[in-house]
Structures are given as C-alpha cells and as structure tokens.
C-alpha cells in the first residue's frame, strides 16, 4: 500500500501552535491534528503546505522549515507526514471547511487527543517550544 504524503504544518504564534480538529466523518475523526494535506503529483511540499493552508485556513504562510517525517501504518491506511514549522503568517486563521481550531501551550498540548502519527509531533513541538523558554 502507497503511503498518503501528507504537508503537515506546526503553525506558531506567541508561543502557541494552532491546531485543527478534524471532521467526524474523515479517517481518524474527531482528533485533533496539525493542519496540512495531501501532497499532489508535481507539488514539492512547501508548495502544498501553502496551497493547503490556504484552502483550510485562509492562511499565507510565511518562511517554514523542516522540522521532521513520521510514517505510520493504520492497518487500512499508511501515511508519510512531512511536517514543516511555520512561524508567521498573514491573515485571519479560520475553520475554512468547517473545522475547529485552537491554539495551544506546549504545556496543554498533551490535554488534546491526536491520531496516533501525530504522537512523534507532538514530542518535537513540546520539546521545541520549552527549549524556546
């Protein structure tokens, strides 16, 4: 099975990281995530994570960097996260498709429910932001 490549970005402001509940209805529904999506043929992924956060958020991002890949296998679906850290942005986030957003402490990030490929990101944001103090 080909793996889902997913942009993910670790969207940060004032020490907090923006986060997006995902739909009911989608594959690990009701979890909170770091926004991005899918990775289209002949995209690099800075591009897809702009057009992505665009579409979702309503957002420019600014300069983002590497931050890492989690690959995970579901059992009926596997994905490859190339997730990027973005500190600024222009415009007004907003839940563009409907979603819940929130901006999070390193210290409350735990307190939320993420899908378990996200679990290595949420060590790298936490661990990230408490050597930023």
């Known amino acids: 099975m080909k793996p889902v490549h997913v942009a993910v970005g670790v969207i940060h402001r004032d020490g907090q990281i923006l986060l ?29 994570l702009a ?17 890492l890949e989690v690959s995970h296998d579901y059992g009926d679906k596997t994905v490859l996260l190339d997730v990027w850290w973005i500190e600024g942005f222009a415009g007004q986030e907003q839940g563009r498709e409907g979603q819940a957003l929130a901006w999070s402490s390193a210290a409350d990030l735990a307190s939320y429910e993420f899908p378990a490929a996200n679990l290595p990101i949420v060590e790298a944001v936490i661990s990230r932001l408490n050597a930023e103090d």
């Open 20 to 48: 997006s509940l995902r739909h009911p209805d989608a594959h690990q529904g009701n979890l909170w995530e770091f926004p991005g999506g899918k990775v289209e043929s002949g995209e690099s992924v800075p591009e897809a």
């Open 51 to 67: 057009r992505e956060l665009e579409e979702e958020l309503g957002i420019l991002i600014g300069p983002c960097e590497a931050m």
